[in-house]
T-cell receptor
């Protein structure tokens, strides 16, 4: 069965520091991969997606992610974190017969210290 | 540029009552999905619908839960005879034919 692992439940970084959030997936075929961000009391906002092609994907708010098939990973990165980036981040893989059933990781809560 | 609209944002029900959650997809989106976010359990897929059709309901509990997406009007997630364990945030997402899915702000359901 498809699954997504986000090994870090909480991460704290200083404002201006770089960020990498880890995501590993288990999926038989070429996956559809996503990163979403959720602020408290809000819905999920799509940061970026990977369907095929270039393995380095650019997203909104200065985020990027790299698909590494050999490591079954899709880690999210940002070179310089802003206080407004504090939120919960979810990695997801598109599963099911149509690829439309999102399977989410448990999420990583990002704290930003000034 | 309206996104996915869910209402109500907050819903309180007593045990045994019915809860009806509504979702209007983004303009031009014909696919709707429902997810549930339970405390400490993360987001879980419930059901995937197109207009007048349920495509994948593999995540729906076998009893008390149903979903529809009629030809006209919003998608409805219906929970009959609610129990305390149904307390959660329920998110709707929509997409065009293919990905990606765009999410609403959710309905927080509380059961007294």
């Amino acid at each position: 069965a498809q699954s997504v692992t986000q090994p870090d439940i909480h991460i704290t970084v200083s404002e201006g520091a770089s960020l990498e959030l880890r995501c590993n997936y288990s999926y038989g075929a070429t996956p559809y991969l996503f990163w979403y961000v959720q602020s408290p009391g809000q819905g999920l906002q799509l940061l970026l997606k990977y369907f095929s092609g270039d393995t380095l994907v650019q997203g909104i708010k200065g985020f990027e992610a790299e698909f590494k098939r050999s490591q079954s990973s899709f880690n999210l990165r940002k070179p310089s974190v802003h206080w407004s980036d504090a939120a919960e981040y979810f990695c997801a893989v598109g599963a099911g017969e149509y690829g439309n059933k999102l399977v989410f990781g448990a999420g990583t809560i990002l704290r930003v210290k000034s | 540029n309206a996104g996915v609209m869910q209402n109500p944002r907050h819903l309180v029900r007593r045990r045994g009552q019915e809860a009806r959650l509504r979702c209007s997809p983004m303009k031009g989106h014909s696919h709707v999905y429902w997810y549930r976010q339970l405390p400490e359990e993360g987001l879980k897929f419930m059901v995937y619908l197109q207009k007048e059709n349920i495509i994948d309901e593999s995540g729906m509990p076998k009893e008390r839960f149903s979903a529809e997406f009629p030809k006209e009007g919003p998608s409805i997630l219906r929970i009959q005879q609610v129990v305390r364990g149904d307390s959660a945030a329920y998110f709707c997402a929509s997409s065009p034919r293919d990905q990606p899915q765009h999410f609403g702000d959710g309905t927080r359901l509380s059961i007294l």
